[in-house]
């Protein structure tokens, strides 16, 4: 049988495309007549910023733009090479300058080079040294240097749709068949299979194909069902670093913030699947519980905290369950941020303003007379008497009629009528 470790490029390399009209995808940025396509064809790109997702052709696009360009390909990855490696390439390029050979240096996850590193870039970038493409799955805006943004293009590509997915599992099949004289038998419902594995995900896509097809020695393979059972898992869709991560959690919160359980057990689903931790995803439960819901249901801090508990207390998978419930209960329970209005309101009110005096008899003095000019509302009937708590009138709660807080309002209004 061979050896799938052998030294041999892999599928992925082997059907890399070559020029523009291959590629597949980002058809918002390469149509022919667009200014992008023209200037790659051209030769006019000096430093780009390629952002987009895992597998959708961020190396393959550099690759393109150094081949119309006709400079030397140096490649970088910013998590193995830094400055000294820079300085190697860059002092080539120099002397191949005065060739008449051009540089384009591409560093692939450039988001992970520190301010100083990307710093080293600039003054190469500036004099026209080298050209430059730089990748990242990360937002430049958070993870790029301005001098360095500035100075480039940057492109966001997009992950690729299930139309340029059939296509490019169609190339990887006619490969198979033309230069491996391997046969590949499917039917529909297999390759749809696969592309969904995928997620959208070129490199991924390759990467079920090839193993299938590299593990068997005969010469006609089937592509099934059962195939892809035992070894193929659904591909996680994002790293705990990563913007994705984010994206689902804000997602999560603003499904629950909108009522909405279906949207919200769909991103708790995919939070789990990607290996979240239960901890955040319970953490984040009990702030929304206090900001989103609060007084409307004042249970619902209960529900959150007790889910942080019973995560801590049961662990994974069961946990999974507690998390659900927590969920569809945050999802489906009446909403109110008055609670949270009102700390802004009273802290925007300490900013702005001059700080409120203490009222004497609420200070913390036992003399006799403080004590009998504070009123114990306990000495009262319904254990409330009106006396002031602040030394002017100010108001920052403004109780909502939404849920349980309709009784909070009418309980407010009447102890303290118009006073409140």
Not at 48 to 58: H, R
Not at 74 to 89: D, F, H, Q, T
Not at 172 to 201: G, H, P, S, V
């Amino acid at each position: 049988m061979k050896n799938l470790f052998e030294s041999e490029i892999s599928l992925s390399q082997a059907i890399r495309p070559k020029n523009l009209d291959e590629f597949l995808g980002q058809s918002h940025l390469l149509r022919k007549d667009g200014t992008i396509y023209k200037s790659i064809v051209n030769a006019k790109l000096r430093s780009v910023i390629l952002y987009g997702p895992p597998g959708v052709g961020k190396t393959t696009l550099a690759k393109i733009i150094a081949s119309y360009s006709k400079a030397n390909f140096e490649i970088l990855n910013a998590v193995l090479s830094g400055v000294p490696e820079l300085r190697k390439i860059i002092e080539k390029a120099i002397d191949d300058k005065k060739r008449g050979i051009e540089t384009l240096l591409f560093v692939d996850e450039v988001h992970r080079w520190n301010k100083a590193q990307q710093d080293a870039l600039l003054p190469v970038l500036e004099d026209n040294t080298i050209r430059f493409v730089g990748a990242t799955v990360e937002n430049p805006f958070f993870y790029i240097i301005k001098p360095l943004l500035s100075r480039s293009l940057l492109l966001t590509l997009h992950p690729l749709n299930k139309e340029d997915l059939s296509k490019l599992f169609d190339r990887a099949i006619n490969y198979y068949k033309r230069y491996k004289n391997k046969e590949i038998i499917f039917d529909m419902q297999t390759k749809e299979l696969i592309i969904n594995l995928a997620q959208k995900d070129a490199r991924y896509l390759l990467n079920i194909i090839e193993l299938i097809v590299e593990s068997s020695e005969e010469d006609t393979i089937r592509l099934s069902k059962d195939a892809l059972d035992g070894i193929i898992e659904k591909k996680l869709l994002f790293d705990k670093s990563s913007d994705q991560h984010y994206d689902t959690i804000s997602a999560f919160i603003k499904s629950i913030r909108g009522s909405d359980p279906d949207a919200a057990i769909y991103y708790l689903a995919l939070m789990l699947n990607s290996g979240e931790d239960p901890r955040f995803i319970a953490r984040r439960l009990i702030i929304l519980a206090s900001e989103d819901i609060g007084m409307a249901d004042p249970y619902a801090i209960t529900i959150a905290v007790s889910t942080l508990d019973a995560v801590n207390f049961v662990g994974l998978p069961e946990a999974e369950i507690n998390l659900a419930h927590a969920t569809v209960y945050l999802a489906c329970a009446p909403k109110s941020n008055t609670a949270y209005i009102a700390l802004n309101n009273a802290k925007k009110s300490i900013q702005d303003e001059e700080i409120l005096k203490i009222p004497e008899h609420l200070k913390n003095i036992h003399t006799e007379d403080l004590k009998n000019r504070y009123l114990y509302p306990h000495d009262f009937p319904d254990h409330f008497v009106r006396q002031r708590y602040l030394s002017e009138n100010k108001k920052f709660y403004y109780p909502s009629d939404v849920g349980f807080e309709k009784k909070i309002k009418e309980r407010i209004q009447k102890l303290w009528g118009d006073e409140k």
